[in-house]
């Protein structure tokens, strides 16, 4: 059921949020490239995307998709469609 959304939003997190555009990375290319520091930071870059990236009202979706990003919230309580 989630499986477009949980698609869309891992090509958001690999390849904006954290710049990994070749996907699966090693450990070393993992270190190199500092991904623990993006997935740090990862949270605070969809808040700072800021109200003009919501619609009235949705702007709940900056808390949600943070919490997706930051791996304490889970894309199952998003609404999506198929």
Do not use: C, F
């Not at 520091?37 to 700072?48: C, S, Y």
């Amino acid at each position: 059921m989630t499986t477009v959304l949980r698609s869309d939003l891992s090509e958001l997190i690999d390849y904006d949020l954290l710049e990994l555009a070749d996907g699966y990375v090693d450990d070393k290319e993992w270190e190199a490239k500092e991904v623990d520091k993006r997935l740090t930071h990862a949270p605070q870059i969809v808040k700072g995307w800021g109200p003009q990236a919501w619609r009235k009202g949705e702007d709940w979706m900056a808390d949600a998709l943070a919490a997706v990003a930051a791996g304490s919230g889970s894309i199952e309580y998003l609404p999506h469609r198929e």
